[in-house]
């Protein structure tokens, strides 16, 4: 969502992908982050979407030039609600910007754009292709929970970033990358559900793509079995 021109605005695969999966979206607005423990104690999961850059200073460095827009109202909401929801063990499900903004709140940092940071030779990703068509091939760590969802240790995904995450806290695993390097997915160590991907898996799930439905379905589920943990504590 931008704040830009007064008003929100939303991809509608995030929440389609949702509804298919069985999941009832909601969409938090701008504002709201020194409620954002309460508003956690009302939800079953939180999904990150993606979305314009994060602010450099929140991982302490001045703006490139080749920095995007930004939005200071978006990065301290979500940044508020992702520590609420790491600290109730919410599952949380991070997209494109999400997983970024995850790894800054971390502990982490960025790329501010690919092209003029990456040490390596970096593939296309900002993708010319349509939103939902993949791209490139990410490669899956066989130890993670990413592959046992997804069954399989190499898949193409669609590509439509230009930052990309760069240090690596230890608290997360490195669960992908693409084949020039690049951080595809991470996943938080010794937490029920918390998976991170660049990659839009949303655009896919709504054009039928198996592996990204059931990421989806996989998140769903989790929210699940933490509405029942939660329900049962409280009897
Ligand atoms: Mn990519």
């Given at each position: 969502?931008?704040?830009?021109?007064?008003?929100?605005?939303?991809?509608v695969?995030?929440?389609q992908?949702?509804?298919?999966?069985?999941?009832?979206?909601?969409?938090?607005p701008?504002?709201?982050e020194?409620d954002?423990?309460?508003?956690?104690?009302?939800?079953?999961?939180?999904?990150?979407?993606?979305?314009?850059?994060?602010?450099?200073?929140?991982?302490?460095?001045?703006?490139?030039?080749?920095?995007?827009?930004?939005?200071?109202?978006?990065?301290?909401?979500?940044?508020?609600?992702?520590?609420?929801?790491?600290?109730?063990?919410l599952?949380?499900?991070?997209?494109?910007?999400?997983?970024?903004?995850?790894?800054?709140?971390?502990?982490?940092?960025?790329?501010?754009?690919?092209?003029?940071?990456?040490?390596?030779?970096?593939?296309l990703?900002?993708?010319?292709?349509?939103?939902?068509?993949?791209?490139?091939?990410?490669t899956?760590?066989?130890?993670?929970?990413l592959?046992?969802?997804?069954g399989?240790?190499?898949?193409?995904?669609?590509s439509?970033?230009?930052q990309?995450?760069?240090?690596?806290?230890?608290?997360l695993?490195?669960?992908?990358k693409?084949?020039?390097?690049?951080?595809e997915?991470?996943?938080?160590?010794d937490?029920?559900f918390?998976?991170?991907?660049q990659?839009?898996?949303?655009?896919?799930?709504?054009?039928?793509?198996?592996?990204?439905?059931?990421?989806?379905?996989?998140?769903?589920?989790a929210?699940?079995?933490?509405?029942?943990s939660?329900?049962?504590?409280s009897?």
């Amino acid at each position: 969502m931008t704040k830009s021109d007064k008003k929100y605005s939303l991809n509608v695969p995030y929440v389609q992908a949702i509804i298919d999966a069985g999941g009832l979206p909601l969409c938090i607005p701008f504002g709201i982050e020194e409620d954002a423990d309460q508003l956690t104690n009302t939800i079953d999961g939180l999904l990150l979407t993606g979305g314009v850059d994060i602010h450099p200073h929140f991982f302490n460095e001045e703006p490139h030039p080749k920095l995007g827009e930004v939005s200071l109202e978006r990065d301290q909401v979500e940044i508020a609600l992702a520590k609420a929801a790491l600290e109730k063990k919410l599952p949380i499900f991070a997209i494109c910007r999400g997983i970024q903004l995850l790894n800054i709140v971390l502990g982490g940092n960025l790329y501010q754009d690919i092209n003029a940071q990456f040490e390596g030779e970096p593939l296309l990703h900002s993708q010319k292709a349509e939103r939902h068509q993949a791209s490139h091939f990410v490669t899956i760590n066989s130890e993670s929970l990413l592959f046992k969802i997804i069954g399989n240790d190499r898949i193409a995904v669609n590509s439509l970033h230009h930052q990309a995450v760069k240090d690596v806290p230890n608290v997360l695993l490195l669960t992908a990358k693409s084949s020039d390097g690049i951080v595809e997915a991470l996943e938080l160590k010794d937490y029920p559900f918390c998976i991170a991907v660049q990659w839009h898996p949303e655009e896919m799930a709504v054009a039928g793509d198996e592996h990204s439905k059931a990421l989806f379905a996989a998140f769903i589920e989790a929210c699940n079995r933490f509405k029942l943990s939660t329900s049962n504590a409280s009897l």
